[in-house]
């Protein structure tokens, strides 16, 4: 049966709930600013979970990952350990069937968005905490990447439950 944006929307927050993690429903802040998201929620640290406004038939699972800006200086193409890091992470992503994409901020990289959807068809409590710990599994392997190529990347903030185990336990 197909759910209308609202059913996704409370279903999405029921089983967010579930999991005991702090969240906020940006979907006011949000909508201020653009017209493509048209609900979204901040779970965690870097957590966003997502409906666009162009897509009726999915939800957005995103984890953003934003670098301080003295690492950012070592995230150049001409950097040969960036140029591995970028390879392994591109092989990890398409092997687990996730997307990414590099965030900049104009020519400086200042982050990493790892990310997939949960087609609303079958969007249900194991499939949206299963696309959650996928999508959170691949963003910990790309920050392990990143911390064996470069020598003194920042360890991620170990306190995030919203990367750092199965929404499980």
């Known amino acids: 049966m197909v759910k209308t944006s609202e059913e996704m929307k409370s ?22 600013k653009s017209k493509v998201v048209e609900w979204q929620f901040h779970i965690g640290a870097n957590v966003i979970v997502s409906k666009n406004t162009n897509r009726d038939d999915r939800i957005q699972v995103n984890v953003n990952m934003r670098f ?25 992503c398409t092997t687990c069937g996730v997307g990414h994409q590099w965030m900049k901020d104009k020519e400086d990289i200042i982050g990493l968005a790892i990310f997939s959807h949960v ?24 920050q392990k990447i990143l911390r064996a190529n470069f020598s003194g990347f920042p360890t991620p903030n170990t306190t995030d439950d919203t990367i750092d185990k199965s929404m499980y336990g």
């Open 11 to 32: 279903l999405v927050e029921d089983y967010i709930k579930i999991t005991n993690i702090k969240y906020e429903d940006q979907t006011e802040k949000v909508r201020e």
């Open 119 to 142: 087609d609303e068809q079958i969007l249900d409590r194991i499939s949206f905490h299963n696309t959650w710990d996928n999508v959170a599994r691949v963003s910990g392997h790309a």
């Open 68 to 92: 301080p800006p003295e690492d950012a200086k070592l995230l150049v193409l001409k950097n040969p350990s960036f140029s591995k890091a970028i390879m392994e992470i591109s092989e990890i």
